[in-house]
């Protein structure tokens, strides 16, 4: 399969785009293989891989030693990285920040939450230099103490409204696509269809121009249950266990 670029990705309305989550080398090796269009190497490993509370307690370096191994196992997918929390709070950070993990994990993309003022200015100055951004509103993880707890946003008049100037500001700002987490369904097809850009819904219904889900919520990896718009198709934490019990009940005998 074609690697894709960000002239493909921005062409892709309606194109129903798929999007996982990865964290590792042998993942990646596997999904290098298979017809998925990106990768997203997620400050959500730090739940997933590194068993933190919440992705705030990601660094910058963490997120570049993983990307690095994700790179080498899927050299031929597109594969967009995460600023993690506190490496873009000032402008000035951010491009810092955004140019290293640009630089040294070999990604065609960054991604980073939010659309405050200075943060289209800083999606600017990316993108002006060469480092395509993908946006993300809505249910912004890394902001989840400021907001309260994890739920739909959107649900309300100011709430949509607010959503949906973020969604169109960071489309001038020139992010190549914007992910909607978590957005009310309503609100995340009306968006969807006001962009020329596409939309990548994760818990905000199916009128998205794609999907992203944390892989390891897909094959129910861990032993947590999986967020409530994710079904998991296999329960690999149970088959592992299986297995590795039988293995250890043969040895015994």
Not at 16 to 35: E, I, R, W
Not at 69 to 95: C, E, H, N
Not at 178 to 196: F, H
Request: hydrophobic residues 40%; positive net charge; aromatic residues 8%.
């Amino acid at each position: 399969m074609k690697k894709l670029n960000v002239r493909d990705i921005r062409k892709s309305k309606n194109g129903k785009l798929q999007v996982l989550t990865c964290y590792d080398f042998q993942t990646a090796s596997m999904l290098n293989q298979t017809t998925l269009d990106m990768i997203l190497v997620g400050d959500s490993l730090g739940n997933v891989m590194l068993g933190y509370d919440t992705t705030v307690e990601v660094s910058l370096k963490e997120m570049e030693i993983f990307s690095k191994a994700v790179r080498r196992g899927a050299p031929d997918k597109f594969m967009i990285v995460d600023l993690p929390f506190g490496s873009y709070s000032t402008i000035s950070q951010g491009i810092f920040s955004a140019t290293k993990l640009f630089q040294q994990t070999k990604a065609e993309a960054v991604k980073l939450e939010g659309a405050f003022p200075y943060q289209l200015k800083m999606i600017e100055r990316l993108t002006q230099t060469g480092i395509p951004v993908m946006g993300h509103i809505g249910l912004v993880p890394q902001s989840v103490h400021q907001l309260g707890g994890y739920y739909v946003h959107g649900k309300n008049y100011e709430s949509a409204k607010r959503i949906m100037q973020e969604a169109k500001a960071l489309e001038a700002a020139g992010v190549f696509s914007v992910v909607l987490e978590c957005v009310e369904e309503g609100l995340a097809t009306q968006i969807t269809q006001a962009l020329s850009i596409p939309t990548i819904g994760i818990g905000s219904g199916r009128k998205t121009d794609g999907q992203v889900l944390v892989i390891n919520d897909l094959l129910k990896m861990g032993p947590n249950t999986p967020p409530k718009f994710c079904t998991p198709i296999a329960d690999l934490f149970q088959v592992k266990n299986d297995l590795i019990n039988q293995y250890l009940e043969d040895q015994r005998k």
